[in-house]
C-alpha cells in the first residue's frame, strides 16, 4: 500500500460568483484549496492513502478548511495548529480573451509563521513512500521554505521517493530571496520534476527554443531539451514532465505533456479543452494524475503521462480548487470516449 504526504499551505479561496469582475462582485464563493492540498485530495480520491501537512489557526475558519480535507479522505493529522490566521486567495474567472486573475493575501499566515522544529518529520513520514510539495510553499516565508527543505533532508535519508512541481509565482517571492536562490538546494533531493512550460525557464533559466504558448499550439517535442538540462543540473532526477498549455483564450486551451526519462521523450494525446469550466488546480490535477500513474503503473511512464492529461483535462470541468473525477472516469478518457454521454 502506497502512502504518499504532501506539504504546503491550504487557503481559503474567495472566487467572485460566474464571471464577474471583482468591481463587480457583492459576494465571493468560499472554497478551500492550494497546490499540495489539491494533489493530495486526487490521490485520497484514486484511493491512494495521502497526508496532507500544514499550518493553520486553531479557530473555526482552519476547523473548517480541515473538514474540506477530511470530507475527501485526506489524513490531516500532522496539520500544525497555531498562528492567528488564513491564507486568502482572491480568484476572478476569466473568459473568452479577458485572463483569469488571482490576488493573494498571505502574509503572516499560521503556514507563512512555521518555523524549524515545528513538524516531526520523522513521525509524519511513518510508513511513507512519496513526498511532494511545489515551488508555491518556499515562496511563501523564509520559515516555509526552511521547513521544505527540512522535510526534502528527512525524506531523503528515509529513502522515500520526493517529486516537485516547479511551479513559479512572481507575486510570492517577496520575503528577500529570489526563486533559484532558494529552489536548487531543494530541488536536489527530487526524483521527479515537473513544470510547466515556462517554470524552468523563470526558476533556473532553461527554456526551450522558438517556443510561444500564447499561440495555441506547443510542440512537445520541443520541451527535450529542457529535461536534458534539468536531468544535468539535478542528477537525482529520474524523470522530468513538462505539461502543455497552449492558450487559445481563457474558454480554450490545449492540453498534453510530455515525459523525459534521461532516455527518451514520451509525448502524451493532446486534448482540446473547450468551455472551460475552472482551469485552477489544473496542474495540480496533472500532478496527483501523474503520481498515482507512476504508483499504479510502474514500469509503463506512458500509461501513467496519459493518465495525468486525461485526469487534468477532466479537472478543468469542475468548479473549484479539487479533482473530483473517479479513476473510472479518467480511464474512459484515456480510451478516447470524450462524448460526455449522460451515465444512466
Request: net charge neutral.
Amino acid at each position: 500500500m502506497s502512502r504518499v504526504v504532501t506539504f504546503g499551505e491550504i487557503m481559503l479561496r474567495l472566487a467572485t460568483p460566474g464571471y464577474l469582475r471583482f468591481s463587480q462582485a457583492t459576494e465571493f464563493e468560499a472554497t478551500y484549496g492550494g497546490g499540495e492540498a489539491n494533489v493530495a485530495v486526487s490521490l485520497a480520491n484514486y484511493g491512494i492513502d495521502a497526508s496532507f501537512v500544514s499550518g493553520l489557526p486553531n479557530n473555526d475558519i482552519g476547523d473548517a478548511a480541515i473538514a474540506s480535507l477530511k470530507a475527501r479522505n485526506v489524513d490531516t493529522s500532522f496539520i500544525n495548529r497555531s498562528g492567528d490566521r488564513i491564507g486568502i486567495y482572491f480568484l476572478e474567472s476569466g473568459a473568452v480573451s479577458r485572463g483569469s486573475k488571482v490576488i493573494y493575501d498571505r502574509a503572516n499566515s499560521s503556514f507563512a509563521k512555521l518555523k524549524k522544529g515545528t513538524i516531526d518529520w520523522e513521525k509524519a513520514f511513518k510508513g511513507a513512500t512519496w513526498f511532494h510539495w511545489t515551488g508555491i510553499t518556499p515562496a511563501v516565508s523564509e520559515g516555509a521554505a526552511d521547513v521544505c527543505k527540512e522535510a526534502c533532508e528527512v525524506a531523503s535519508k528515509m529513502g522515500i521517493t520526493i517529486s516537485t512541481d516547479l511551479n513559479y509565482r512572481n507575486k510570492l517571492w517577496k520575503w528577500g530571496k529570489s526563486a533559484s536562490e532558494v529552489m536548487e538546494s531543494l530541488v536536489n533531493h527530487c526524483d521527479i520534476i515537473l513544470g510547466n512550460e515556462e517554470d524552468a525557464d523563470m526558476v533556473f533559466g532553461i527554456k526551450p527554443e522558438g517556443v510561444d504558448v500564447t499561440s495555441g499550439h506547443v510542440e512537445g517535442a520541443a520541451y527535450e531539451s529542457v529535461g536534458k538540462q534539468l536531468m544535468k543540473k539535478f542528477p537525482k532526477a529520474k524523470k522530468v514532465i513538462i505539461t502543455l498549455r497552449g492558450s487559445i483564450s481563457a474558454s480554450h486551451n490545449s492540453w498534453s505533456g510530455v515525459l523525459w526519462d534521461g532516455k527518451k521523450l514520451i509525448e502524451a494525446p493532446t486534448y482540446q479543452i473547450t468551455h472551460i469550466v475552472d482551469r485552477v488546480g489544473g496542474g495540480d490535477s496533472f500532478m496527483g494524475g501523474l503520481i498515482y500513474g507512476l504508483i499504479k503503473y510502474p514500469t509503463d511512464d506512458q500509461k501513467a503521462l496519459n493518465f495525468a492529461v486525461a485526469a487534468s483535462c477532466l479537472k478543468h470541468t469542475i468548479k473549484g480548487d479539487f479533482n473530483l473525477v473517479t479513476v473510472d472516469e479518467v480511464e474512459k478518457l484515456m480510451k478516447g470516449d470524450a462524448s460526455g454521454r449522460v451515465s444512466r
